[in-house]
């Protein structure tokens, strides 16, 4: 079992930034792909990305290339978005989410452990 807690959502003009973290317990959190979700008002939860069990690989959705940054760092069981350049179209709740295995885009069915989510409300 593994629980996920993510944390530094808020509200933000367009063109600021962000860090988001999640922070893991439980089971090993370096034999987890780390993956970031958002969900936007009315729409489905989309992939944002993703961070290999090292962090020496990542994948993005092409909409946040450039502009946001996944890492990790296992000795504190945590993984990090970092957003910047935000716009108002990325305003959602943002989710982190564990995988067994680097197969990107991730999807959402194949996720394992979901967190609760932090509101990320960027203003125009």
């Known amino acids: 079992q593994v629980q996920l807690v993510e944390s530094g959502g808020g509200l933000v003009q367009a063109g600021g930034s962000l860090r988001l973290s999640c922070v893991a317990s439980?089971?090993?959190?370096?034999?987890?792909?780390m993956g970031w979700f958002r969900q936007a008002p009315g729409k489905e939860r989309e992939f944002v990305a993703a961070?290999?069990?090292?962090?020496?690989?990542?994948y993005y959705v092409d909409s946040v290339k450039g502009r946001f940054t996944i890492s990790r760092d296992n000795a504190k069981n945590t993984v990090y978005l970092q957003m910047n350049s935000l716009k108002p179209e990325d305003t959602a709740i943002y989710y982190c989410?564990?995988?067994?295995?680097?197969?990107?885009?991730?999807?959402?069915?194949?996720?394992?452990?979901w967190g609760k989510g932090t509101l990320v409300t960027v203003s125009s």
């Open positions: 961070i290999s069990y090292s962090g020496g690989s990542t």
């Open positions: 439980g089971r090993s959190f370096r034999s987890y792909v």
């Open positions: 989410a564990t995988d067994p295995s680097f197969k990107v885009p991730l999807n959402y069915y194949n996720m394992e452990y």
